[in-house]
């Protein structure tokens, strides 16, 4: 859970970072759509001087012919730099159109990522419901086990009174049974003292008591 927590707010931080690069390229985006719409009107600017120097340059000519091939030069080397100016212009024009359909293909880019982090991060919630859901269930059961254990506990502190009550009659019953013995013993003893005249039989007999006694107290 809390894996899936961090991954989420690793999500949640790649959307806002991704949302940020979108913004800050689609500013990118604007500048250089303003320039490239400076750069359009300095070319048609360009333009229009050239198409002035050539009239000019016309003129030049006309007045050349009059007499002046220096202003002719002059102005010819103006519009070398011109031309020079133009094409240099235009080349950077072209590597801002460039620039301008990298940028396009990055937001449409961070557009599809910041997508998928959203889904990503959709997928991510459910994870977390389903495992905190899962975790209501698994308290459920511990409660439940528990409770469980509480009776079995009672049940078992109930048969261990019991147990020992019983203990407490059998000992009482075995001290009973002591004091029997020890009177039985004492008859025995006190019958083979008061008659020395019996025949062997019956003092054979008399000694299997004590035995018979012994065998009892033994079970």
Same mark, same amino acid.
């Given at each position: ?6 991954? +989420? ?7 806002? &970072? ?8 689609? @500013? ?32 030049? #000519? ?11 030069? &002059? ?5 070398? @730099?011109?031309?020079?100016? +133009? ?8 590597? $801002? ?41 698994? &308290? ?33 019953? #075995? ?11 004492? $008859? ?32």
């Amino acid at each position: 859970l809390d894996e899936a927590i961090a991954e +989420l707010k690793n999500s949640e931080e790649r959307v806002k &970072k991704a949302s940020a690069d979108a913004a800050r390229l689609a @500013e990118e985006l604007r500048l250089e759509q303003e320039h490239s719409f400076n750069v359009e009107k300095l070319r048609k600017s360009l333009e229009q001087q050239v198409k002035d120097l050539q009239v000019r340059l016309d003129e030049a #000519e006309a007045n050349a012919l009059k007499g002046g091939k220096r202003i002719i030069q &002059k102005l010819e080397q103006k519009i070398h @730099e011109l031309e020079s100016e +133009l094409d240099i212009e235009q080349r950077h024009h072209q590597e $801002t159109l460039k620039e301008v359909r990298k940028n396009d293909r990055r937001l449409k880019e961070l557009a599809f990522q910041a997508e998928e982090d959203r889904k990503n991060q959709a997928r991510l919630s459910d994870l977390v419901e389903k495992l905190q859901n899962k975790l209501k269930v698994y &308290k459920r059961q511990v409660e439940e086990a528990e409770e469980i254990a509480a009776v079995n506990l009672a049940k078992f502190r109930k048969a261990q009174h019991e147990l020992e009550d019983a203990e407490e009659r059998a000992g009482q019953a #075995e001290n009973q049974l002591n004091k029997q013995r020890a009177k039985n013993r004492s $008859t025995v003893s006190a019958a083979r003292g008061g008659s020395p005249q019996r025949e062997p039989q019956q003092v054979r007999a008399a000694s299997a008591v004590p035995f018979r006694a012994g065998s009892v107290r033994r079970n």
